[in-house]
């Protein structure tokens, strides 16, 4: 049986303004994945909530659904490219915005 583990990687970052994540060292939340595009997505506050939009041509899933732009009003989890990207986990706090980076892997070690 599979099993799927995450890892908090990283302290939790928080922010007020617009940022980026992405692999460039000037994305504020830095993410070493090869698939993981250098300006991947763009998280910045709107009046109802924090928009995440995808750059063109890349892709996440928010809380397991395929999406390039969300609003976020609660804690969510995005795996950025696919099913097997790294995870993220966005949380509004008020005005900030709480980023949580996790370090995830699958196991195939057999459930005794």
């Known amino acids: 049986m599979r099993q799927f583990f995450a890892h908090l990687s990283s302290e939790p970052q928080i922010f007020t303004a617009a940022f980026m994540i992405g692999r460039a060292p000037v994305c504020a ?15 910045e ?8 939009t995808c750059a063109a041509g890349r892709s996440m899933l ?8 969300a ?3 609660r804690e969510t ?3 950025l ?3 097997f990207g790294p995870l993220i986990s966005l949380t509004p706090t008020g005005g900030a915005l709480v980023v949580r980076q996790f370090f995830a892997h699958l196991s195939s070690e057999p459930q005794i």
């Open 71 to 73: 609003i976020l009003t």
């Open 45 to 52: 506050p709107t009046p109802v909530g924090w928009r995440a």
């Open 29 to 43: 939340v830095i993410v070493s994945h090869p698939r993981v595009s250098r300006e991947h997505l763009m998280v």
């Open 81 to 83: 490219v696919d099913q």
């Open 62 to 69: 928010i809380d397991g659904r395929w999406a390039t732009s």
């Open 77 to 79: 989890r995005i795996q």
